[in-house]
């Protein structure tokens, strides 16, 4: 009986205690809004106007715009430039979310990058990457941009993997990229150990390389989700010790 109530006493503290949901991964890593959003969707004036007109960049929400300072390196872009999987996959993304019109719309109007980049902040050198962020970035549901907890994995293509809004992280790999939409970043690697839950203090880093650390946590064990996996199995067990 003993041993019984030592293997209930978790799920009878988180029962009383439980989990406290409001806290976001960008609350749970203190991430600091470094930029303001407020000019993504209007029109350009004054210095981002000039900076905007001398730049060469074309990167916009369009997957029909090619760009020349953010090359695609694909290798299957066809003669046109426009032949890519992902362009494809974008212009769906368009008339699903109904988009089309919003991104017409906003032709000669400030971007999402346009304003980072503005501001000091560094986009991704990949178009597609770039191409991802200005479409999310375009819809309603994620106004404002300082308050949307939108995580974007930018490795993947529209519908594969998921793209939460409810301030979780999704499920990650090794070589991931989530861009935090109202930081305006990716996630640094430690954030991303901080997110598995693991305890950094009792890790060496000396001689590790950050693709090689990377590679490392893909054979860890991610303890929240275990944790969630382990209770789940115990459930009806313990369920039946409470009763």
Not at 76 to 86: Q, R, V, Y
Not at 129 to 152: C, E, G, I, N, W
Not at 163 to 179: E, K, R, V, Y
Request: with cysteine; net charge positive; aromatic share 8%.
């Amino acid at each position: 009986m003993g041993s019984a109530c030592h293997v209930v006493a978790p799920l009878t503290t988180l029962i009383q205690h439980p989990i406290d949901l409001s806290m976001s991964y960008r609350g749970f890593l203190s991430l600091k809004h470094s930029y303001d959003w407020r000019s993504v969707g209007e029109y350009l004036v004054g210095s981002m106007l000039s900076s905007t007109s001398a730049s060469q960049c074309r990167c916009s929400a369009r997957p029909d715009v090619v760009c020349t300072v953010h090359p695609c390196k694909c290798g299957k872009c066809g003669p046109d430039g426009l032949e890519c999987t992902w362009r494809k996959l974008c212009t769906h993304l368009l008339k699903d979310q109904d988009l089309a019109n919003r991104v017409k719309q906003g032709i000669g109007k400030a971007t999402y990058l346009q304003v980072l980049e503005h501001q000091g902040g560094t986009g991704p050198p990949q178009q597609r990457a770039r191409l991802l962020l200005q479409l999310y970035a375009s819809t309603r549901q994620h106004h404002p941009l300082s308050d949307t907890l939108l995580l974007l994995d930018t490795s993947q293509n529209p519908s594969f993997g998921s793209f939460p809004t409810d301030g979780m992280a999704p499920t990650f790999t090794t070589t991931s990229q989530l861009w935090c939409l109202s930081a305006g970043r990716y996630l640094l690697t430690w954030e991303l150990v901080a997110l598995m839950g693991l305890d950094t203090q009792k890790l060496k880093f000396e001689g590790q390389s950050e693709q090689w650390f990377r590679k490392r946590l893909g054979l860890a064990v991610h303890v929240p989700n275990f944790g969630l996996a382990l209770l789940s199995v115990l459930s009806t067990p313990l369920h039946g010790c409470l009763a």
